[in-house]
């Protein structure tokens, strides 16, 4: 069973950035996902990256937002700029071994999350 920890949440005034980290040992083989949840609301897909490298983001986020990888290390980031109240979420990194990115139900492991709040 691999454990997921993410770090980096917090609270941050409109426009500023954060980066979010997710470890574990072996992730390096796996694909990972970053997804959200808020208040009532669906978890969604926010980006993945594949574990040779490609990558994937929602609509939302593109532009903003970066994932990258150091598979040396067994961790996954997501750099947030340009942070929006809209984003205000929990954040949830999760890994698959194949797939698709975007779907959810595909993710075997799953982090407990970190809390991202934007607010003045």
């Known amino acids: 069973q691999m454990q997921l920890t993410e770090s980096g949440g917090g609270l941050v005034p409109p426009g500023a950035s954060l980066r979010l980290s997710c470890a574990s040992s072996?992730?390096?083989?796996?694909?990972a996902g970053w997804f959200r949840q808020a208040p009532g609301k669906e978890r969604e897909f926010v980006a993945g990256?594949?574990?040779?490298?490609?990558?994937d983001y929602a609509d939302s986020v593109e532009g903003r937002f970066t994932v990258s990888r150091d598979n040396t290390k067994n961790t996954v980031y997501l750099q947030m700029s340009s942070l929006v109240p809209e984003d205000t979420a929990v954040y949830y990194c999760?890994?698959?071994?194949?797939?698709?990115?975007?779907?959810?139900?595909?993710?075997?492991?799953w982090g407990q999350g970190t809390q991202v709040t934007v607010s003045s």
């Open positions: 999760a890994a698959r071994f194949l797939g698709d990115l975007r779907q959810r139900d595909g993710y075997k492991f």
């Open positions: 990256i594949r574990s040779g490298g490609g990558s």
């Open positions: 072996g992730l390096s083989r796996y694909h």
